[in-house]
């Protein structure tokens, strides 16, 4: 037997029987799991990450074009990087706003920064509402102090004590001998008001985006656009936004005008943009005008209509083969550059008859020869001279399958669609091509400019500007308001005299509020007189 064995029906040593009765320490269990991503994620450092990561997230939405903007744009980049853009879009960085994992940092942040405030603002307000601190035991080892004798008595000491405080809003406790004062909660307040208006923030951020919608709209001089689902170019609507409750305005665009620089290295830049509307709120309404600029949205109704761009849009009339006009209408032109507003657009007849006829065009503004003498190109985006090169097709232009077009490119091409010979030609306004063979003609008849429209409706931007406003004020108030606590303590000292100890402890650096406090008390200026009162806004 070792020396580790007991003999049979003897005890165990002490230290053995505690041992074996010692339970063995359990998992966290799912609960305990739980709880503890629950602490992980209202932590305010998670909350900063979380913030983080949303500013983070935006960055592709500002560089990368987004479908809900510029579809275009999307496809252009699509044509320009036929690798990298399969992979971008399945990430989802071309519609950011609407990704899955945009979507989750959001809601996320929400519950963090709800998690954390919430009850950060429920301590607040207890603490708000309890007895200030009693005084200390040594008011001698506080930061601020200072001790001096009076004549009066310790009652009467106190009593002016709390008088001075009171006139300085500071709210005040009496305890025994000492009398406990503190002020300052409005720092504190500040600091969850920021936090919680900017909880308000993304709330009214996801209210706008849920209940709100957006849509773009190309309206071109003359034209008048319907608030209507099916008139829009883009629409995005929310998830729960009821497209019944689209508002009936109705917008008119009498005029577009753009100013650009004339001289010098800037020479073509735009200026300014100014669409001149005439706009209905219902069929009722007798309407009004508006002069319509970039950062100066029209309010009509719910909603606010806001200028994004624009561009030329060519006159065009078509004649078929048996002379009856298959097209007559202006047809907008795409910008290819921004320099010289070299535009690209397509027309398209499928009415022409024998044969539908199809057009590819590439519109200057202001026509002149290269510097080579070679090609053509716009010298200004201003309309000085425009000047349309037209190349004719016709066959099937694929409008009749009922499949979806853009009207901005010919798809069928070499798919029943093809080029006619000698079918290309410079034109100028009132010009006209005369296709071989008697198949037609398209004639340029003049030129007129269109605007990019942007209608958004959203539902949550008071709440969203309130909540701004606050958050800015709440910061500034957290900066501007420090805790302050003073205590007075007096006793009966040597020779009937009475000594009175004051301290002071402010968080952050101390003010010369304790001594005016101090100067107070002693007699030496007057409490209630507001040049020495430099404590006394919160």
Not at 125 to 142: F, G, K, S, T, V
Not at 405 to 423: A, E, F, H, P
Request: proline share 7%; hydrophobic share 40%; with cysteine.
């Amino acid at each position: 037997m070792t020396d580790t064995d007991t003999e049979p029906g003897t005890a165990a040593p002490p230290e053995r029987q505690a041992k074996a009765e010692t339970p063995r320490p359990r998992g966290f269990g799912p609960l305990g799991w739980l709880r503890w991503a629950w602490r992980q994620l209202t932590t305010m450092r998670t909350a900063l990450i979380l913030l983080f990561l949303v500013a983070l997230g935006t960055v592709p939405g500002s560089i990368l074009p987004q479908r809900g903007q510029a579809p275009e744009r999307v496809e252009q980049y699509y044509e320009d990087h036929a690798s990298l853009a399969p992979w971008l879009d399945k990430l989802s960085l071309f519609d950011v706003f609407a990704a899955p994992w945009f979507a989750a940092i959001y809601i996320l942040l929400f519950v963090s920064l709800a998690g954390c405030v919430l009850p950060r603002a429920g301590v607040h307000y207890r603490a708000m509402r309890a007895r200030p601190p009693r005084a200390p035991r040594n008011l001698a080892r506080l930061p601020q102090t200072a001790t001096y004798e009076t004549d009066a008595d310790p009652e009467a000491v106190l009593a002016q004590a709390r008088t001075v405080l009171r006139r300085r809003r500071f709210r005040t406790d009496a305890d025994g001998a000492a009398v406990s004062a503190e002020k300052g909660y409005l720092g504190e307040t500040g600091n969850l008001v920021f936090h919680l208006a900017l909880l308000g923030l993304l709330f009214a951020l996801g209210v706008g985006n849920v209940f709100g919608y957006r849509g773009d709209v190309l309206l071109t001089e003359g034209k008048t656009f319907a608030n209507a689902i099916n008139n829009y170019d883009q629409f995005a609507p929310g998830r729960w936004f009821d497209t019944g409750e689209l508002a009936p305005f109705t917008i008119t665009l009498d005029e577009f005008t753009a100013r650009y620089e004339a001289k010098g290295a800037q020479r073509g830049q735009a200026l300014d943009y100014l669409a001149r509307l005439r706009f209905k709120e219902s069929p009722d309404d007798p309407g009004g005008r508006y002069d319509l600029k970039v950062n100066h949205p029209l309010q009509v109704g719910s909603s606010k209509v806001y200028l994004l761009g624009n561009g030329y849009a060519p006159r065009f009339t078509v004649r078929d083969g048996k002379g009856e006009v298959a097209f007559q209408d202006t047809v907008p032109f795409l910008p290819m550059e921004q320099r010289g507003m070299t535009s690209e657009g397509v027309i398209k007849a499928p009415d022409a008859r024998p044969e539908q006829l199809a057009f590819y065009g590439i519109l200057w503004p202001s026509a002149a020869a290269s510097q080579d003498g070679k090609q053509i190109q716009s010298a200004f985006p201003a309309p000085i001279r425009p000047m349309v090169s037209i190349t004719a097709f016709k066959g099937d232009v694929g409008l009749d399958n009922g499949a979806p077009q853009s009207v901005y490119k010919l798809d069928n091409i070499g798919r029943g669609l093809d080029v006619v010979k000698d079918g290309r030609k410079l034109l100028e306004p009132g010009e006209t091509l005369k296709l071989p063979g008697g198949a037609g003609s398209i004639t340029f008849d003049g030129l007129a400019e269109y605007t990019t429209l942007s209608v958004n409706h959203d539902p949550g931007r008071v709440p969203a500007l309130i909540a701004a406003i606050l958050a800015v004020a709440g910061i500034v108030a957290s900066f501007m308001v420090r805790r302050r606590r003073v205590w007075v303590r007096a006793r009966a000292g040597k020779g009937g005299r009475t000594v009175v100890e004051v301290g002071g402890l402010t968080l952050g650096h101390p003010t010369p509020e304790f001594d005016d406090i101090v100067a107070a008390l002693r007699g030496e200026k007057d409490a209630g007189d507001p040049s020495s009162d430099t404590g006394k806004k919160e």
